[in-house]
């Protein structure tokens, strides 16, 4: 006796997803292993996804969305939280996402990645805290003393990579409010007393938009690195070769904007590798 057709129906949407997944791999698979195929973005309907956290220029995911979109005008986008419930790594393995924009201290060993640009640590205070009003006082017992807005980490544990620079020196901080929401902090710092670190980049966009000012860590902090991290699988596909230089050029024309102060965090060598591209695995 034949099943009913809304069974057979229910177990054709039940095969959706694992075929689509499959179907993902097997394109990121075999496009990867054959660079001649051509990519011609004017005419592609293919679908982009980048897993990216928001701590970057508040410019540079609309920035790169117009890029995309003015090249490719017919491809879709879809823009990946970086969070604890998403695993980047098994995403790109498994095709979930073709790049991860972020920033690491010691980016994953397993994946390619491209240094994107590296920028300086400051301090983001409403501009009635105590470190604007007076920056000589502002020391570093102040600063670890202070009340501070962090980011939630990624994962159980990890402690993201300000409080793995101070946990690395014996140090830490006092963190008074995490959010999962980072573009909020600055209206956070706007309205208390505290404290958020991050890079400049970040920091300058909310200048003369709320009553909050920049001011210099106590602390010496390496710069933030970003970086574009992909899998082996995409590593030689037209199209993933070309979304990488329309992420690289994105970060070159915000790094060519930033304030002067920029020029003077990372080292000269590390600047002149930050557009490089590099092979790991």
């Not at 689509?20 to 051509?38: K, T, V």
């Not at 073709?98 to 640009?117: C, F, K, S, T, Y």
Request: aromatic share 8%; with cysteine; proline share 10%.
């Amino acid at each position: 006796m034949p099943a009913p057709r809304w069974r057979l129906r229910r177990w054709l949407w039940s095969c959706w997803p694992p075929a689509d997944a499959l179907l993902r791999q097997a394109e990121s698979l075999f496009g990867a292993r054959s660079p001649a195929q051509a990519f011609e973005p004017a005419s592609t309907r293919r679908r982009f996804r980048i897993a990216a956290s928001d701590y970057l220029d508040p410019h540079f995911l609309p920035d790169l969305v117009a890029r995309v979109k003015a090249a490719a005008p017919d491809a879709t986008m879809e823009i990946l939280p970086l969070s604890r419930e998403f695993d980047y790594a098994q995403g790109l393995a498994h095709g979930d996402a073709d790049l991860v924009i972020g920033n690491w201290l010691q980016p994953p060993a397993e994946l390619h990645l491209g240094r994107l640009l590296a920028d300086e640590v400051v301090c983001l205070v409403a501009e009635d805290h105590p470190a604007a009003r007076n920056p000589q006082a502002w020391t570093h017992e102040r600063y670890l003393a202070a009340e501070h807005v962090a980011p939630t980490p990624l994962h159980a544990g990890a402690p993201g990579v300000i409080d793995e620079h101070l946990r690395a020196q014996g140090l830490s901080r006092h963190i008074a409010v995490r959010s999962p929401h980072f573009g909020l902090a600055p209206l956070m710092v706007a309205r208390t007393r505290l404290v958020l670190t991050t890079g400049r980049l970040f920091c300058q966009r909310y200048l003369g938009q709320l009553p909050v000012r920049i001011v210099r860590c106590p602390l010496a902090f390496p710069p933030l690195l970003y970086y574009q991290l992909w899998h082996d699988l995409t590593h030689a596909s037209a199209a993933g070769r070309w979304l990488r230089g329309q992420v690289r050029e994105v970060a070159r024309e915000l790094a060519r904007g930033a304030p002067p102060a920029f020029a003077h965090g990372p080292s000269t060598d590390m600047a002149r590798d930050l557009q490089a591209d590099i092979s790991r695995p």
